[in-house]
């Protein structure tokens, strides 16, 4: 099918999409149907964000008490909150940032090399989110690579740009612990132990780096960089160069919820509860539908480091959580099972794994 502009409708051939061509237009395949409401929040309330000091994680048993209060009523409230004080140098932010952006400035042959729709490939770049195969197209590019351990993937990842590798270790490296940090105070704040995961997850927990680009789009209103969707991840770590990120605040207006747009301050790391952690905390924890709008002047970039259970290790409902009246309400499941999900079901659509993973009653 051709539209009047003479490009075909349907989808592109990899490498070729319409953000990596910077085609002026918008062709009719990225179009989202109204209700995912592209453009920027209207109700842009960012105040609501709760933002937390982890500094006071390793402060006095009062600070650390106070601070696993805050996680709990944000994971509650929105499955998403921001944090300062995390300990990473600026430097390593904005190091990361920029070889990612470098790495999407060179040219498509050397980007190519990595190409693969191949959703259990260790590393691999590509667009949308299954590009071609989903029924929507998404105007984001995206290089996705294993982290941890580093010395067993950092070899896969690119070479060029030639800092790309320590540049980007560095900063996964830091992500990382700052993540196991993180998790001991979920698992505190459920009241199973700040250690309740870890063994777990030092041993042979996963970490997956999304490095996503959005070029500039000749129209936000119709298209998106990425759909409302949640992360099957326990947690997920983002860096972001500019606002473009919208959460999902379910309270709002009386249960029927409303975007948030995030706010970018320098230096501030997002938080997202993932599907696992919903599924740790028996529902009381939900994991935050998210979407990402777009910029129709500058490109967007993106860091989000997804943690999870290693890849064949089943999150379950602790059986501590669980009672006569409290049963549990999700089926277990690994990060394996959401990459065969992925393969199956069309996100664009709507389609989440934490809906696959729910006990009827
Ligand atoms: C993701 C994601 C958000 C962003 O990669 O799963 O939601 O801001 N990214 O790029
Ligand atoms: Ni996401």
């Not at 944000?74 to 904005?94: E, M, P, S, T």
């Not at 090399?113 to 989110?129: C, E, H, L, Q, W």
């Amino acid at each position: 099918m051709e539209n009047e502009k003479g490009e075909s409708s349907g989808t592109f051939k990899m490498g070729n999409s319409a953000q990596e061509r910077s085609l002026p237009y918008v062709p009719d395949c990225y179009a989202v149907p109204p209700s995912y409401e592209p453009r920027d929040a209207l109700d842009s309330n960012s105040e609501i964000v709760p933002t937390i000091d982890i500094s006071r994680l390793k402060g006095s048993y009062d600070e650390r008490r106070g601070v696993i209060q805050e996680l709990r009523s944000a994971c509650q409230l929105y499955g998403f909150f921001q944090i300062v004080n995390h300990g990473i140098n600026q430097n390593i932010l904005d190091d990361a940032l920029a070889v990612a952006y470098s790495f999407f400035e060179l040219p498509v042959r050397e980007k190519k090399k990595f190409m693969s729709n191949d959703v259990y490939a260790p590393v691999r770049y590509t667009t949308s989110i299954k590009d071609g195969l989903d029924k929507i197209q998404f105007w984001r590019i995206f290089l996705k690579h294993y982290a941890h351990p580093l010395h067993r993937w950092i070899h896969l990842w690119p070479q060029n740009p030639p800092e790309y590798r320590e540049k980007m270790g560095k900063f996964c490296e830091e992500v990382r612990s700052v993540s196991l940090e993180i998790m001991g105070a979920i698992t505190e704040s459920l009241g199973l132990g700040r250690d309740y995961l870890s063994s777990r997850l030092d041993k042979n927990g996963m970490q997956v780096m999304a490095v996503n680009c959005y070029p500039p789009c000749p129209d936000p209103t119709t298209a998106l960089g990425l759909p409302p969707h949640s992360d099957y991840s326990c947690i997920t770590i983002l860096l972001q160069n500019l606002t473009g990120l919208e959460i999902f605040d379910l309270s709002a207006h009386g249960g029927s919820g409303r975007w948030v747009l995030v706010p970018e301050v320098k230096g501030v790391l997002k938080v997202h509860i993932g599907d696992h952690v919903e599924v740790l905390s028996n529902g009381l924890y939900k994991s935050v539908i998210h979407k990402v709008t777009l910029n129709e002047e500058k490109t967007r970039i993106s860091l989000a480091s997804l943690h999870s259970l290693g890849i064949d290790d089943k999150m379950s409902v602790p059986y501590q959580l669980v009672n006569d009246e409290n049963p549990a309400r999700y089926r277990e499941s690994s990060f394996n099972d959401f990459l065969d999900f992925l393969v199956k079901n069309d996100i664009s659509q709507g389609e989440r794994f934490i809906d696959t993973l729910r006990i009827k009653d």
